[in-house]
């Protein structure tokens, strides 16, 4: 059983539309909650964390966390063809990080 | 520096010789991390430091992958004998010590091995 599980995708979603991005954990015993952005041939960037059980808003992105079903979302609002990346949704235990294959998202114009 | 630094940023070599990748972490972060990413694919974790020790070493696909890091800060992944299937992207992150701290990349070494 994969730790840090996530849909590969493609997910494709229209300019201006909420692309949403899930994100499931095996370790209870799991802290801390992140998001990164990963760009064709660069390195993933953090974006978002999250440590308590429900939303957290920066901008155009939520990240939505629930504890008890061990799950991680990403919301992005206004989607932008400049979102076009692969997330990759990671998860902190006390010992070590993470992270799940990553989900590719494109935003079509 | 301002952020975590990689060198080489590309290295091409032959089967069977030996490459050396550096990683300078941002100053103050005591965690420091290997991963491999092959085209298309997630991160592969390799090593963890914690300070100058590496408490998790389960990563390392086999003996000819080695790390260390010195004065806890510049950490140095030395790949013995390459082989092609070691091609990939080297990246390395560092963090402050602790659960909520998340991690912040290089921009990787690109490895090509013919």
């Known amino acids: 059983q994969k730790e840090v599980e996530q849909n590969s995708g493609p997910l494709s979603v229209p300019e201006g539309a909420i692309a949403s991005l899930n994100c499931t954990y095996s370790?209870?015993?799991?802290?801390?909650f992140f998001w990164y952005r990963q760009y064709s041939g660069k390195s993933p960037e953090l974006i978002m964390f999250?440590?308590?059980?429900g939303d957290k808003e920066d901008g155009r992105f939520t990240a939505q966390l629930n504890k008890a079903s061990q799950y991680v979302s990403l919301l992005i609002r206004d989607s932008q063809p400049s979102d076009s990346a692969t997330y990759l949704c990671?998860?902190?235990?006390?010992?070590?990080?993470?992270f799940g294959a990553g989900t590719r998202l494109t935003v079509k114009p | 520096g301002a952020g975590v630094s990689q060198s080489p940023s590309n290295k091409v070599t032959e089967k069977g010789k030996d490459v050396e990748l550096r990683c300078d972490p941002i100053?103050?972060?005591?965690?420091l991390y290997w991963y491999r990413q092959s085209l298309g694919q997630g991160l592969e974790f390799l090593i963890y430091?914690?300070?100058?020790?590496?408490?998790?070493k389960s990563g390392l696909p086999s003996d000819r992958f080695s790390a260390e890091r010195t004065g806890g800060s510049v950490s140095t992944l030395t790949i013995q004998r390459t082989q092609q299937e070691d091609s990939a992207v080297y990246l390395c992150?560092?963090?402050?010590?602790?659960?909520?701290?998340?991690?912040?990349f290089g921009p990787g070494t690109r490895l090509t091995v013919l």
């Open positions: 992150a560092s963090s402050l010590v602790g659960t909520q701290g998340g991690q912040f």
């Open positions: 370790d209870r015993g799991s802290q801390s």
């Open positions: 999250i440590y308590s059980n």
């Open positions: 990671a998860v902190r235990t006390l010992d070590d990080m993470r």
């Open positions: 100053s103050g972060h005591t965690a």
């Open positions: 430091f914690q300070g100058n020790s590496a408490p998790d």
